[in-house]
């Protein structure tokens, strides 16, 4: 199923690429949750903490049949600004992952859902400061329940570094 659903998405333009991932291979950190405490989006941006839910996520993935991790990788090309790219690619995900929703939706999964890499940047003058303007749209990031994506896309062959050197790689996590 997911082949057909990166097909899709691909026909829609989005350069996405994906694998399916077991739930116990997530690794949960405190530690990466608590880097969102020190992101000036911290109690800011409408989808990030400590606006989101309390939940026990490893406890509310495990509930959940399938598990991708789907992810975009753009060219640091010599002349494209670092911050041009790094929007570029978290966008590029978001929608790429809102447009997987969508096709697992028509093909009767209801409560399919979507986890961005990194914050939501749908809108271009940040979160406004008294309500989401896509509340339907925007998506929680993966490293706000405390997922390590870095650690966690290892196990499955995807190295990514810091500081990017080649390619920005933008990981997010569809589940249904």
């Given at each position: 199923?997911?082949?057909?659903?990166?097909?899709?998405?691909?026909?829609?333009?989005?350069?996405?690429?994906?694998?399916?991932?077991?739930?116990?291979?997530?690794?949960?950190?405190?530690?990466?949750?608590?880097?969102?405490?020190?992101?000036?989006?911290?109690?800011?941006?409408?989808?990030?903490?400590?606006?989101?839910?309390?939940?026990?996520?490893?406890?509310?993935?495990?509930?959940?049949?399938?598990?991708?991790?789907?992810?975009?990788?753009?060219?640091?090309?010599?002349?494209?600004?670092?911050?041009?790219?790094?929007?570029?690619?978290?966008?590029?995900?978001?929608?790429?992952?809102?447009?997987?929703?969508?096709?697992?939706?028509?093909?009767?999964?209801?409560?399919?859902?979507?986890?961005?890499?990194?914050?939501?940047?749908?809108?271009?003058?940040?979160?406004?400061?008294?309500?989401?303007?896509?509340?339907?749209?925007?998506?929680?990031?993966?490293?706000?329940?405390?997922?390590?994506?870095?650690?966690?896309?290892?196990?499955?062959?995807?190295?990514?570094?810091?500081?990017?050197?080649?390619?920005m790689k933008r990981v997010g996590l569809l589940l249904w």
């Open positions: 199923m997911l082949e057909e659903i990166i097909k899709y998405v691909r026909e829609l333009g989005y350069p996405i690429y994906g694998c399916m991932i077991n739930s116990s291979d997530l690794v949960f950190e405190e530690r990466v949750r608590m880097n969102c405490f020190y992101c000036g989006k911290y109690n800011n941006a409408w989808k990030c903490p400590p606006r989101i839910p309390e939940l026990d996520y490893k406890k509310m993935f495990s509930e959940f049949d399938n598990i991708a991790m789907i992810y975009v990788s753009l060219s640091l090309q010599e002349g494209k600004d670092y911050s041009t790219v790094r929007t570029e690619s978290s966008v590029k995900l978001h929608l790429a992952l809102l447009e997987c929703e969508k096709w697992l939706y028509q093909h009767n999964n209801s409560t399919a859902l979507s986890f961005i890499g990194g914050s939501c940047k749908l809108c271009k003058s940040g979160c406004a400061p008294t309500k989401c303007a896509n509340p339907y749209k925007a998506r929680t990031p993966v490293e706000a329940l405390g997922i390590n994506i870095l650690r966690t896309a290892s196990k499955y062959g995807l190295e990514i570094t810091f500081p990017p050197d080649k390619d």
